[in-house]
């Protein structure tokens, strides 16, 4: 699709907040005074607008610092510490929750940069659509389930949709490329950083209560952020046996292990299983698979080994005994609630509800999420609503991937498989993590679709001399065919 002119871009940036600003003078003369400093951030944005490459990489250290973490750890440290009254409990939350918010608003700000500036993608964002749907569906749902509200339901569409919003916009290879390779880096410069960060400042890399490596983050977060690290890192080696991908996909491995967190890396399992077994020929040559079976092992052993059985004292337990972590405890909740009302749930919001946080066996677990994409959404959107969602999700990323490379959409759709797996056991959507990973999606799908554009031109050139070749080559006749029609 076409761009916005140059010379209008300016203005759709300038004049809506010019307007916001009037009206914020006129309706409340008092917040618009202490909203001033805001315009400090106007540079920064018209900055950022020039220069979307920055703005991505920001966004991607952004995540990789895991600045929601440090915020929630900052608020803690201060009401635990006495320096705050009871009632600055509450601002202390409101800080906590603004690196979430951030993390959630980074990716639409990112879109609407690319639009305003290379305008709208040609594929159709079914996800988004989805959840729209379904966000119209709780106008009426929400009044009848009596669980959510209206202003939760639009803070959960913003938190749903920020994973695929990004799809919307049309950007250069580059910037896409750059998002492709800058998610492996994420989870290593939460391990790096997060280790320099505990040996000078009060910070924990491992977690006191059960020593979980957890970097910047915590160690479920920086777990999921390696399943995408892994999944990219494997398509950039496949894309050309370079070895430093497999380096880079092995750290993200072991960071992975060293966090004990079952699911992502039965993830990360299957995906490479998938991956293993699907790519052949060209894309992944026996040769390479011996290569890397034989030429791993030693290194595998000595370093991936050691941290497997680290990662194995969790998945079997002391006793033996598998530990579900809650899930058995926390999911009867949301098959009680989905049975009340099975085709259209509660509305959009409501599985973040729908358990008590008071409920004492809820303080024990420290935690009312669903751990269930699955459960979570059948109770936002009812069963019909879930389907839809995950629906759009495998029809956006199979149709994406129809005309890509060999390599990447083998490697796509065995993430896609992984990831739906994945859904079953953690919160892969709602979720940092799973905003990140699904900009991975999208950001390799969009390169793709670029290099297909790119490539068929060269393709038609290279068959039109092959054409003419021939052409010619029959227009000449040879010398014996002259001497017969002589003779």
Not at 368 to 394: K, M, P, S
Request: proline residues 6%; glycine residues 8%.
């Amino acid at each position: 699709m076409r761009s916005v002119p140059s010379t209008l871009r300016p203005w759709l940036i300038i004049l809506p907040l010019g307007a916001a600003l009037l009206g914020a003078a006129i309706a409340a003369p008092e917040m618009a005074i202490r909203l001033a400093p805001v315009l400090m951030l106007i540079p920064a944005a018209l900055l950022f607008y020039e220069y979307p490459l920055a703005f991505a990489v920001l966004m991607l250290a952004v995540y990789g610092l895991g600045v929601d973490f440090e915020l929630v750890r900052l608020s803690a440290s201060t009401v635990r510490d006495g320096t705050e009254a009871a009632a600055a409990s509450g601002a202390n939350e409101g800080i906590a929750a603004l690196g979430a918010v951030v993390l959630k608003v980074m990716p639409f700000t990112l879109a609407a940069m690319l639009m305003l500036r290379y305008g709208f993608a040609p594929a159709v964002n079914w996800p988004f659509l989805a959840f729209t749907a379904i966000a119209a569906m709780s106008l009426v749902v929400l009044p009848m389930g009596r669980v959510g509200d209206y202003p939760e339901m639009v803070r959960s569409f913003v938190g749903s949709t920020a994973p695929f919003v990004l799809a919307f916009a049309a950007a250069p290879r580059r910037l896409w490329s750059l998002l492709c390779k800058g998610v492996i880096m994420v989870p290593l410069v939460s391990t790096a950083v997060g280790v320099l960060y505990s040996l000078v400042g009060p910070h924990y890399v491992l977690d006191p209560l059960n020593q979980r490596f957890q970097g910047m983050h915590n160690a479920p977060f920086l777990a999921g952020f390696c399943v995408t690290a892994v999944f990219a890192s494997t398509l950039e080696y496949l894309r050309g046996f370079r070895p430093v991908w497999l380096a880079l996909g092995a750290a993200n491995l072991l960071v992975l292990l060293a966090t004990q967190a079952r699911a992502p890396t039965a993830a990360v399992a299957l995906f490479l299983l998938l991956v293993f077994i699907a790519a052949r020929g060209q894309v992944f040559p026996l040769r390479r698979k011996a290569d890397l079976l034989m030429g791993g092992m030693l290194p595998g052993l000595m370093v991936l080994v050691p941290a497997f059985l680290f990662a194995m004292d969790r998945f079997i337990g002391v006793d033996g005994e598998f530990n579900y972590s809650g899930r058995d405890v926390i999911w009867p909740y949301f098959l009680d609630a989905i049975q009340n009302r099975p085709l259209f749930g509660y509305g959009l919001g409501a599985g973040k509800l729908i358990v008590d946080p008071e409920d004492p066996l809820i303080k024990l677990l420290r935690s009312n999420a669903a751990h269930n994409e699955y459960l979570r959404l059948a109770v936002d959107g009812g069963i019909i609503g879930c389907a839809a969602i995950f629906l759009g999700i495998i029809a956006w990323v199979w149709a994406g991937t129809h005309r890509l490379p060999r390599a990447d959409r083998i490697v796509l759709r065995c993430a896609l498989v992984a990831a739906l797996m994945h859904a079953a056991f953690d919160n892969v959507l709602i979720a940092s993590t799973g905003v990140l990973q699904f900009i991975w999606f999208t950001a390799t799908m969009a390169r793709g679709r670029l290099e297909a554009r790119s490539a068929a031109p060269a393709a038609a050139r290279r068959g039109w001399r092959s054409w003419a070749g021939r052409n010619a080559a029959a227009a000449v006749p040879s010398h014996g065919a002259g001497r017969r029609r002589v003779a």
